[in-house]
């Protein structure tokens, strides 16, 4: 009888133990962020950042782990699960190192820095962002996804360095930091009249850089890269290069085609693992959605074609149907991987069994299959098969001897049985987090599609999301919060404040309401006073570095997103224009000259810089529209691609001042103006057309 009291309690005890290793919550468990409550099960003792973390690591003298991610991240997922869940590995991390884990959507400061270390130290980058450092954060190791008996190796011997070595680790420590201090501005070795002849050869030599057989940059892997595509949609325009124009169009189709888009859902992948936009990473972020929103619309403003029409309605179906919280703002992201029970799937939620469709769709089947390519051409791994275009709608009316618009009808058919049987699939993870920049770029490409498009749920929606940042994320003294789940709400973005501008100055040229203007001019000043630099034409990326390791965090480089001066600066070099301030195109300026050496040496980097550019240096008209039917007419022009406009318009007399004395009672009015110098009003949408892209001898 005792024995068995005393198995029974070992029995308890061990369940109890088990069940104790289950539920232990470390210091993210209190977080808002999902990908911190994500890790916060683990046994590694993570912690957030903040001052009291820093302070614990520099009293105890011990090394730092600072853990990158984000939550739709696949490999976050899988070291998490892989190395960050085992108890060995968290051994080691828990007796030797303070543990940090930080959501790079939340703290994009953090995540530079780092990521500048880490592409010095290795040439690469990517997340799991892993670094070792120092207790005042200065950087001594860096690297990304490891399994857990690599990981243990490293731990082990940057551990053994710090404690046996001390000093040499701190001299490659300083070293480090001396290659990330920024590099000394070298002025251009050319004049100001130079530079669009300058942009115009630095743009041959980035086309030289591009895939011509598949679209996008010439690479392994296929990023979407608006900035990239949207700077040649321009140039094309500007410098009248059919081969830019002809890129871009096979790019954004290609796209279109691709596994990259989800055919059932709407919405884009983030980037492919091949070269052909076939296989995605399957995670979905709102940026890249956002973003080729605006794109597309703009490519269909120039070309009218259909396919492009197709994805701004369907980027614009994926966004209200997945990603629209209840108050109007837009969730950030959707995981890559699908959790069924303890396994994490990636890709499972979009990828399709043959004999599954074949069931689902039955007569339709050998149309639908020859349309998205569920044959060798659609198939990934394991039977699955990610649908694909290639040929146009043309090729299979001809070859299944049908209209186009029963062919339209068929495969919207299949698509809809596809799409409801997909409803009863596990569901990817939304990470429900808001973030202001993001949602920024939503208002424009929305504003983009209305403009492009005409139709007013674009518009709409892109009103609702303005009012609730005004609402949740920005106050009265016009502080803008980066998220609204961030724990630090006293460090603020240049990200955020450049591109809610930008979503301003974007609503007024779809609305003709000035009082966005005016917001954006307001706006302008709080971030001219925030974010001022010293010594640099440039803005701080983040208003408070004190607890970074170096205090002198600028990002310039146009990457996924544009970098946020170039944003800003073009934002001033607008608002010039609508207010009549020209100190604010001179600051401007100021930037672009700072940056035009690089810019021209390293143009792939500074796409979005080489757009502004153009703007500053090329010939740009403002259209001043007055009259009852100025809105009318405004919105014929804005249906046109015209990347070298801005409009003015009102109904009324307006005391604004490009609007000023260019109201006539009775009259519907058209000036075409530079620098707010006009020439003589006409009164036909076509007549001034003509005097805007036929340039003076």
Same mark, same amino acid.
């Given at each position: 009888?005792?024995?068995?009291?005393?198995?029974?309690?070992?029995?308890?005890?061990?369940?109890?133990?088990?069940?104790?290793?289950?539920?232990?919550?470390?210091?993210?468990?209190?977080?808002?962020?999902?990908?911190?409550?994500?890790?916060?099960?683990?046994?590694?003792?993570?912690?957030?950042?903040?001052?009291?973390?820093?302070?614990?690591?520099?009293?105890?003298?011990?090394?730092?782990?600072?853990?990158?991610?984000?939550?739709?991240?696949?490999?976050?997922? !899988?070291?998490?699960?892989?190395?960050?869940?085992?108890?060995?590995?968290?051994?080691?991390?828990?007796?030797?190192?303070?543990?940090?884990?930080?959501?790079?959507?939340?703290?994009?400061?953090?995540?530079?820095?780092?990521?500048?270390?880490?592409?010095?130290?290795?040439?690469?980058?990517?997340?799991?962002?892993?670094?070792?450092?120092?207790?005042?954060?200065?950087?001594?190791?860096?690297?990304?996804?490891?399994?857990?008996?690599?990981?243990?190796?490293?731990?082990?011997?940057?551990?053994?360095?710090?404690?046996?070595?001390?000093?040499?680790?701190?001299?490659?420590?300083?070293?480090?930091?001396?290659?990330?201090?920024?590099?000394?501005?070298?002025?251009?070795?050319?004049? &100001?009249?130079?530079?669009?002849?300058?942009?115009?050869?630095?743009?041959? !030599?980035?086309?030289?850089?591009?895939?011509? *057989?598949?679209?996008?940059?010439?690479?392994?892997?296929?990023?979407?890269?608006?900035?990239?595509?949207?700077?040649?949609? +321009?140039?094309?325009?500007?410098?009248?290069?059919?081969?830019?124009?002809?890129?871009?169009?096979?790019?954004?189709?290609?796209?279109?085609?691709?596994?990259?888009?989800?055919?059932?859902?709407?919405?884009?992948?983030?980037?492919?693992?091949?070269?052909?936009?076939?296989?995605?990473?399957? *995670?979905?972020?709102?940026?890249?959605?956002?973003?080729?929103?605006?794109?597309?619309? +703009?490519?269909?403003?120039?070309?009218?074609?259909?396919?492009?029409?197709?994805?701004?309605?369907?980027?614009?179906?994926?966004?209200?149907?997945?990603?629209?919280?209840?108050?109007?703002?837009?969730?950030?992201?959707?995981?890559?991987?699908?959790?069924?029970?303890?396994?994490?799937? *990636?890709?499972?939620?979009? !990828?399709?069994?043959?004999?599954?469709?074949?069931?689902?769709?039955? /007569?339709?089947?050998?149309?639908?299959?020859?349309?998205?390519?569920?044959?060798?051409?659609?198939?990934?791994?394991?039977?699955?098969?990610?649908? $694909?275009?290639?040929?146009?709608?043309?090729?299979?009316?001809?070859?299944?001897?049908?209209?186009?618009? $029963?062919?339209?009808?068929?495969?919207?058919?299949?698509?809809?049985?596809?799409?409801?049987?997909? +409803?009863?699939?596990?569901?990817?993870?939304?990470? +429900?987090?808001?973030?202001?920049?993001?949602?920024?770029?939503?208002? =424009?490409?929305?504003?983009?599609?209305?403009?492009?498009?005409?139709?007013?749920?674009?518009?709409?929606?892109?009103?609702?999301?303005? &009012?609730?940042?005004?609402?949740?994320?920005?106050?009265?003294?016009?502080?803008?919060?980066?998220?609204?789940?961030?724990?630090?709400?006293?460090?603020?973005?240049?990200?955020?404040?450049?591109?809610?501008?930008?979503?301003?100055?974007?609503?007024?040229?779809?609305?003709?309401?000035?009082?966005?203007?005016?917001?954006?001019?307001?706006?302008?000043? /709080?971030?001219?006073?925030?974010?001022?630099?010293?010594?640099?034409?440039?803005?701080?990326?983040?208003?408070?570095?004190?607890?970074?390791?170096?205090?002198?965090?600028?990002?310039?480089?146009?990457?996924?997103?544009?970098?946020?001066?170039?944003?800003?600066? $073009?934002?001033?070099?607008?608002?010039?224009?609508?207010?009549?301030?020209?100190?604010?195109?001179?600051?401007?300026?100021?930037?672009?000259?700072?940056?035009?050496?690089?810019?021209?040496?390293?143009?792939?980097?500074?796409?979005?810089?080489?757009?502004?550019?153009?703007?500053?240096?090329?010939?740009?008209?403002?259209?001043?529209?007055?009259?009852?039917?100025?809105?009318?007419?405004?919105?014929?022009?804005?249906?046109?691609?015209?990347?070298?406009?801005?409009?003015?318009?009102?109904?009324?007399?307006?005391?604004?001042?490009?609007? /000023?004395?260019?109201?006539?009672?009775?009259?519907?009015?058209?000036?075409?103006?530079?620098?707010?110098?006009?020439?003589?009003?006409?009164?036909?949408?076509?007549?001034?057309?003509?005097? =805007?892209?036929? $340039?003076?001898?």
């Amino acid at each position: 009888m005792r024995i068995k009291k005393i198995f029974f309690l070992v029995i308890t005890l061990l369940i109890s133990f088990i069940n104790f290793s289950q539920n232990r919550m470390n210091s993210l468990s209190n977080e808002k962020s999902l990908y911190l409550k994500q890790h916060s099960t683990n046994p590694v003792d993570w912690m957030p950042w903040n001052q009291n973390v820093l302070r614990l690591a520099s009293n105890e003298n011990k090394l730092l782990i600072i853990s990158i991610g984000y939550s739709s991240c696949h490999w976050c997922h !899988v070291m998490e699960e892989e190395t960050f869940s085992n108890e060995d590995a968290a051994k080691i991390m828990n007796s030797n190192f303070i543990n940090i884990k930080v959501d790079r959507e939340e703290r994009p400061d953090i995540d530079e820095l780092y990521m500048k270390s880490l592409v010095l130290m290795t040439g690469s980058g990517g997340w799991p962002m892993n670094i070792i450092a120092l207790p005042d954060g200065s950087p001594i190791w860096g690297g990304t996804y490891l399994p857990k008996e690599n990981w243990i190796n490293v731990l082990t011997q940057i551990n053994e360095l710090f404690t046996n070595r001390y000093d040499d680790v701190l001299d490659y420590s300083r070293k480090l930091k001396e290659g990330l201090n920024p590099k000394t501005i070298i002025k251009n070795d050319f004049k &100001e009249s130079e530079l669009l002849t300058q942009i115009k050869d630095a743009s041959n !030599v980035a086309y030289e850089s591009l895939d011509k *057989e598949n679209g996008g940059l010439r690479s392994s892997q296929k990023f979407h890269l608006p900035s990239m595509i949207d700077f040649f949609l +321009k140039s094309g325009y500007h410098f009248k290069e059919k081969k830019y124009l002809d890129f871009v169009d096979l790019t954004l189709k290609n796209i279109a085609y691709g596994g990259i888009n989800d055919h059932i859902e709407g919405g884009f992948h983030r980037y492919t693992v091949d070269s052909i936009w076939h296989i995605p990473h399957f *995670e979905k972020m709102l940026y890249d959605n956002a973003q080729m929103l605006s794109l597309y619309s +703009k490519a269909y403003k120039r070309s009218n074609k259909e396919v492009f029409k197709n994805q701004i309605d369907n980027i614009f179906n994926f966004l209200e149907s997945n990603l629209t919280n209840q108050d109007g703002l837009i969730f950030s992201s959707i995981s890559a991987v699908t959790e069924i029970g303890s396994e994490k799937i *990636e890709g499972d939620y979009y !990828v399709w069994d043959k004999q599954k469709i074949r069931d689902l769709l039955s /007569k339709d089947f050998d149309l639908f299959q020859d349309y998205f390519n569920i044959n060798g051409k659609g198939l990934w791994e394991k039977n699955k098969y990610v649908l $694909k275009r290639e040929n146009d709608d043309e090729y299979f009316t001809k070859k299944f001897n049908i209209s186009q618009k $029963k062919l339209e009808t068929k495969i919207s058919q299949s698509i809809n049985i596809l799409r409801t049987s997909r +409803k009863n699939r596990e569901k990817p993870i939304t990470d +429900k987090k808001i973030l202001t920049s993001w949602n920024a770029l939503t208002i =424009i490409g929305l504003s983009d599609a209305y403009k492009s498009t005409g139709d007013k749920k674009y518009i709409e929606k892109a009103k609702n999301i303005i &009012e609730a940042i005004e609402k949740s994320l920005l106050n009265d003294d016009l502080i803008l919060k980066r998220s609204l789940s961030i724990s630090n709400e006293g460090i603020f973005f240049l990200e955020d404040y450049s591109y809610l501008i930008s979503a301003y100055i974007n609503l007024y040229q779809s609305t003709f309401d000035y009082t966005y203007i005016d917001k954006a001019e307001d706006l302008t000043k /709080k971030t001219l006073l925030l974010f001022k630099a010293d010594n640099s034409s440039f803005l701080k990326f983040s208003s408070d570095q004190s607890l970074l390791f170096s205090d002198n965090l600028f990002v310039n480089q146009d990457a996924v997103m544009p970098s946020a001066n170039s944003v800003m600066c $073009k934002n001033l070099f607008l608002l010039s224009h609508y207010t009549g301030n020209r100190n604010l195109s001179e600051t401007g300026k100021s930037m672009l000259t700072e940056i035009s050496n690089e810019m021209i040496n390293n143009s792939l980097d500074y796409m979005n810089w080489m757009n502004v550019a153009l703007d500053y240096n090329d010939s740009f008209y403002e259209v001043v529209i007055s009259g009852k039917k100025s809105f009318e007419m405004a919105q014929k022009i804005t249906e046109m691609y015209l990347p070298n406009i801005l409009i003015a318009a009102s109904k009324t007399d307006s005391d604004k001042y490009l609007l /000023k004395n260019r109201y006539i009672k009775g009259d519907n009015l058209i000036y075409v103006c530079v620098n707010n110098t006009c020439k003589f009003p006409v009164n036909d949408v076509k007549k001034a057309l003509e005097l =805007i892209t036929t $340039k003076d001898e």
